[in-house]
């Protein structure tokens, strides 16, 4: 059955630096999704992407985030200028399209700002 | 504004006996009501999902919920558990009223079955 794939599992990254943060969709999904759980917190939306373009997004998205689907498999997830507070786990999830309602999620990536 | 609560951190079910775990949502519209199910270092994997139509609704793994919208629940229910069940499930919902995607997620609820 296929996956949704997330690397790395885990990433450790000091304060102010960049992170990226790849996953691989299900090959014929159309829309991508990041979320985050902060360790003891509920899961919390970032951003929807479409069409090569972010088609929501939450406040917690700001100016550090950006997502890009940078070829035909992969979407990534950048923050810029990590903070101590961005330690989470950050899930990545697809759907296929239209009239689909359910997200299919990846493992996620536990990223630690030290 | 819309919340999703599971007003259960735990729950402890012995093997063989009904489970439930409980959901319930505030939201404008008509909601989109998911379950998902967490194994440790594994991603949220779906297991059921309510969109329109029959207030019981039949997923994965033997996995039923049912809508109520006058309570506002849509509790996960599973007539008879396994050990392998036992895992972290989380309730969400999307508000189509205000979104196209996003999903808004309960604290999620720790099911033990022992044996």
Known sequence: EPEVTQTPSHQVTQMGQEVILRCVPISNHLYFYWYRQILGQKVEFLVSFYNNEISEKSEIFDDQFSVERPDGSNFTLKIRSTKLEDSAMYFCASTPGRGSYEQYFGPGTRLTVT | ?115
Do not use: M
Request: charged share 15%.
């Open chain 2, 1 to 115: 504004a819309q919340s999703v609560a599971q007003p259960e951190d735990q729950v402890n079910v012995a093997e063989g006996n009904p489970l439930t775990v409980k959901c319930t949502y505030s939201v404008s519209g008509n909601p989109y009501l998911f379950w998902y199910v967490q194994y440790p270092n594994r991603g949220l994997q779906f297991l059921l999902k309510y969109i329109t139509g029959d207030n019981l609704v039949k997923g994965s793994y033997g996995f039923e919920a049912e809508f109520n919208k006058s309570q506002t629940s849509f509790h996960l229910k599973k007539p008879s558990a396994l050990v392998s069940d036992s895992a972290l499930y989380f309730c969400a919902v999307r508000d189509p009223f205000y979104s196209n995607y996003q999903l808004i997620w309960g604290a999620g609820t720790k099911l033990i079955i022992k044996p």
